[in-house]
C-alpha cells in the first residue's frame, strides 16, 4: 500500500567517497555551467530566448546520474541544463546549443529548452509545462512492450503537478504498471507563483496516492538521500511493480528565467537554503572522508576551465545554415514543402 | 482479385495486416477492444492480437495521445484511435505541440512515427459538439500529414501507408461512411501519401473534394450531366501534403474550378486550393473560383438547420451553374 515515508539525510545506504566526489564534480559542473551562462547572458549578450536556470537543485541530477543506468531514459521540461549534463551531454555541445549554434546537442534548433540526445536516452527538454509527464508513460510503455528492463524518468515542476495530464498519465501509468518513476522537482514556486497559492494539496506527493501510486517526499537538497529514493523506485520498476512519485524538495536560487527579479519570496528564505547548499555539504563530507581542500579545489579549477572551454567553443562555433530551416520537419526526404 | 467491403473492414484489415507484419505496431483508444471498436472498425482485432496491443483505455485522450507519442518516440508504431475527432481536440496539445515537433526539436534525432485516426465531419444530427471537421486545423501545422478519406480502397491503401510512415499522420474518416461498400483487392497494395485522384472525368467543371463530400460531389456530377454539363471530380484523399499538381490539370482542362469542403469556409482547404489555382492557371480560368463550405456557424441539432449548414448536391449544381454563367 502506498505510503509516506519522510526521507532524510540520515540514509540506510553509505556510499564511496568515490560516489561523493562525482557527486560533487557533477554539482559543481553544472552550478558553474549555470553561473557562467547566467553571465553570457546578462554580460556577453550571447545567448538569447529563455534561459531557466536550476541553481540549487544540482543534488537531484547528481542523485539521479548515480542511481541509474545508462539505458534509463531521462524526460523532462525546460529547466533541464542540469539534468542533461547529468545524463551525459557535454557542456561544450549544451552550451552551443544556447548560443543556438550549429556544434549544439541539436544543431542550434532547440535552445535553452530543447536539449535531446537519442543515443543517451535523453528524450527533452519540453516546454509545455505537463505534456512530458504522459510522454514518460509513453516511453516506459515502448520499453515494457518491448521487455526492456530499463525505467523511465520523468520530472516535471510543481507548476506542473497542477495540469490534468498528471491524473490521466498516473492513473494509465499505475493501471499498466509501467516502469516510470516520476520526479516532481518541487522548488516551491510555478514561475512566481507559490505552492501554498495554487491548491488546497501543498504536500504534492499525495497527488500520487489517490492512484495508489507509491508516493514519496525526499529532501532534494541532499543526492543520498535522492539516489536511495531513486535506486529504491527503480528496483521498484524493473521488478514489473510500476511507477513511483518522489516529490523531491529543493529550490532555485535564481528567478524562473531571465526577467524574474523573485520579488515574490524573502531573502530569508533563499538564505536558509543555501546555508543548505548540496555543493557545500557534500565538499564538508568529503573533506571529512579525508578528502584534501587542495585537490578539491583543483577540481574546481579544472571544471571552470571546462566551462571555459565551453564558452570558447559556443562563441567560435558557426550558426546552422539558413538550409537547416527545411531539414529535420519530415523525416520524409522529398517533402513538398509550400515555399510560396 | 477485389470483392466488396466495408470501409469499416478496409481500414480493419489495414491495421491487421500491418500489425502482422510489424510487431511494434499497436492500436490504443477508447473501446477500441472489449467493445470491439464504438464504430467497429477493430472488430476481432483483440482476439487475433491480444490485450497487449489492442489496448482500451480510459477516457483520457491528453493522456492516452501523449502515452502513443511517447511510444512511437521509443520505438513503437502506435495507432491511436479517437472516437471522434472531436475528442481528439482534447489531446491538440500532444499532436501539434509534441508529436509535430519533436523531430524538429531533437533536429532529426527523434521521429515520431504514429497514425491518429478517428472519424470527423458532421454525423447527421449529433449537435455542436460532435459536428466538426478537422483537416484544416491539423494540416496547417509542419510536422504533421493529413489523410482524409471514406472510399474504401483508398482508406485501405492509405492507412497502410501512414501506418507505415515514419512521421505523424492524422488520419480522418466518417462514421457515416463506415458501411460504404467498394472494391477491395484481396492482393496487398499500398497509396502514396500526397496523391489526388480523379473519381469522375469531366470537360467542363472540375470539382476538388476530400472525404465524404466527393459523395457529394459524384451525385451532382450526375445531376449535372443530364443538363449536358461534364464535372470532373477531383478527390484529394491526402490535405497535406496537398496534391495540387492533378488540381492544376483539371482546372487547366476546364477553365472552371468549384471546392466542394464540409469545413467551415474562414482559411481551410479550400481556400488553400483556391490561393494554389489562382497562382498557378490564373490564365486558365473563366470564371472566379466558387466554394461550397458547410456554414459559417456551429451546426445545431434540428434536422432544418443541419441540412441548412451541409454542402449538399444542389448547393453544388447552384455553384456549378455560376460559373458556368448559366
Known amino acids: 500500500m502506498a505510503k509516506k515515508t519522510k526521507t532524510t539525510a540520515n540514509t540506510a ?52 546520474m548515480s542511481a541509474c543506468r545508462p539505458d534509463d531514459a531521462w524526460i523532462t521540461a525546460y529547466r533541464q541544463h542540469g539534468t542533461a549534463l547529468a545524463k551525459g551531454i557535454s557542456p561544450r555541445a549544451a552550451m552551443a546549443e544556447l548560443f543556438g549554434k550549429y556544434t549544439g546537442n541539436v544543431k542550434g534548433k ?66 499498466w504498471k509501467l516502469p516510470v518513476i516520476y520526479i516532481c522537482e518541487n522548488n516551491k514556486y510555478a514561475m512566481g507563483t507559490s505552492v501554498e497559492r495554487t491548491s488546497n494539496v501543498q504536500d504534492i506527493y499525495k497527488l500520487g496516492l489517490g492512484y495508489e501510486m507509491p508516493s514519496y517526499q525526499v529532501d532534494g537538497m541532499n543526492p543520498e538521500a535522492v539516489h536511495e529514493a531513486i535506486a529504491k523506485a527503480a528496483q521498484h520498476a524493473r521488478e514489473g511493480k ?9 529550490y532555485r536560487y535564481k528567478g524562473h528565467s531571465m526577467s524574474d527579479p523573485s520579488k515574490y519570496r524573502t531573502k530569508d528564505e533563499e538564505k536558509a537554503y543555501k546555508e543548505q547548499d548540496p555543493i557545500m555539504v557534500v565538499e564538508r563530507k568529503l ?12 577540481l574546481r579549477e579544472q571544471i571552470n576551465a571546462e566551462i571555459a572551454d565551453s564558452i570558447d567553443f559556443a562563441d567560435k562555433s558557426p550558426l546552422p545554415p539558413a538550409t537547416e530551416l527545411y531539414t529535420d520537419n519530415y523525416t520524409q526526404a522529398d517533402y513538398p514543402f509550400i515555399m510560396d | 482479385m477485389s470483392r466488396k467491403i466495408r ?97 524538429s526539436m531533437s533536429a532529426g534525432q527523434i521521429n515520431c512515427p504514429i497514425v491518429f485516426r478517428g472519424p470527423t465531419g458532421a454525423a447527421g444530427q449529433l449537435g455542436q459538439q460532435h459536428s466538426q471537421t478537422f483537416e484544416s486545423w491539423m494540416a496547417n501545422v509542419p510536422g504533421l500529414k493529413v489523410v482524409s478519406t471514406v472510399n474504401p480502397y483508398d482508406a485501405k491503401g492509405l492507412l497502410k501507408t501512414a501506418i507505415r510512415d515514419n512521421d505523424p499522420v492524422c488520419f480522418m474518416e466518417s462514421e457515416v461512411c463506415y458501411s460504404d461498400e467498394g472494391e477491395v483487392p484481396t492482393d496487398e497494395y499500398l497509396i502514396p501519401l500526397g496523391v489526388a485522384d480523379v473519381k469522375r472525368q469531366g470537360t467542363d467543371v472540375t470539382l476538388v473534394s476530400f472525404n465524404k463530400m466527393v459523395k457529394v460531389c459524384l451525385s451532382a456530377a450526375d445531376e449535372l450531366a443530364k443538363m449536358g454539363i461534364s464535372a470532373e471530380v477531383v478527390d484529394l484523399r491526402s490535405i497535406r501534403p496537398l496534391d495540387h499538381e492533378t488540381v492544376i490539370k483539371s482546372v487547366k482542362k476546364t477553365n472552371r474550378l468549384v471546392v466542394v469542403d464540409e469545413s467551415w469556409p474562414f482559411a481551410g482547404v479550400s481556400a488553400e486550393v483556391c490561393y494554389r489555382v489562382q497562382k498557378y492557371a490564373f490564365d486558365y480560368l473563366d470564371a472566379p473560383i466558387t466554394r461550397v463550405n458547410g456554414a459559417d456557424t456551429s451546426v445545431p441539432f434540428s434536422s432544418t438547420l443541419v441540412d441548412a449548414w451541409m454542402p449538399n448536391p444542389e448547393k453544388v449544381i447552384k455553384a456549378v451553374k455560376a460559373v458556368m454563367y448559366r
Open chain 1, 13 to 64: 545506504t553509505t556510499f564511496s567517497k568515490e560516489t561523493y566526489l562525482q557527486w560533487f564534480e557533477m554539482m559543481y559542473r553544472i552550478r558553474r555551467f549555470e553561473e557562467q551562462a547566467f553571465m553570457v547572458y546578462q554580460v556577453q549578450r550571447k545567448i538569447r530566448g529563455f534561459l531557466h536556470l536550476c541553481i540549487g537543485q544540482e543534488a537531484i541530477y547528481a542523485g539521479m
Open chain 1, 287 to 298: 573533506l571529512s572522508l579525508g578528502m584534501e581542500q587542495t585537490a578539491l579545489d583543483a
Open chain 1, 242 to 250: 510500476g511507477p513511483t512519485f518522489l516529490e523531491i524538495n529543493t
Open chain 2, 7 to 103: 470501409l469499416r473492414e478496409a481500414l480493419r484489415e489495414a491495421m491487421s495486416e500491418e500489425m502482422r507484419r510489424d510487431p511494434n505496431v499497436l492500436i490504443m483508444g477508447e473501446e477500441v477492444a472489449l467493445y470491439n471498436g464504438a464504430y467497429k472498425v477493430s472488430q476481432g482485432m483483440l482476439e487475433e492480437f491480444g490485450a497487449k496491443r489492442v489496448i482500451d483505455t480510459p477516457i483520457a485522450e491528453l493522456g492516452f495521445t501523449a502515452i502513443g507519442v511517447g511510444a512511437a518516440t521509443a520505438g513503437l508504431r502506435p495507432i491511436i484511435e479517437f472516437m471522434t475527432w472531436n475528442f481528439a481536440v482534447l489531446a491538440f496539445d500532444q499532436i501539434v505541440n509534441h508529436a509535430a515537433k519533436i523531430y
Open chain 1, 110 to 175: 532547440g535552445g535553452s529548452m530543447h536539449y535531446f540526445d537519442a543515443s543517451l536516452r535523453y528524450y527533452g527538454g519540453h516546454g509545455i509545462v505537463g505534456g512530458q509527464i504522459g510522454l514518460g508513460a509513453g516511453i516506459a510503455l515502448a520499453d515494457q512492450y518491448q521487455g526492456k528492463d530499463s525505467v523511465t524518468l520523468c520530472l516535471f515542476g510543481d507548476g506542473a503537478a497542477r495540469q490534468g495530464m498528471l491524473h490521466e498519465a498516473y492513473n494509465m501509468a499505475m493501471t
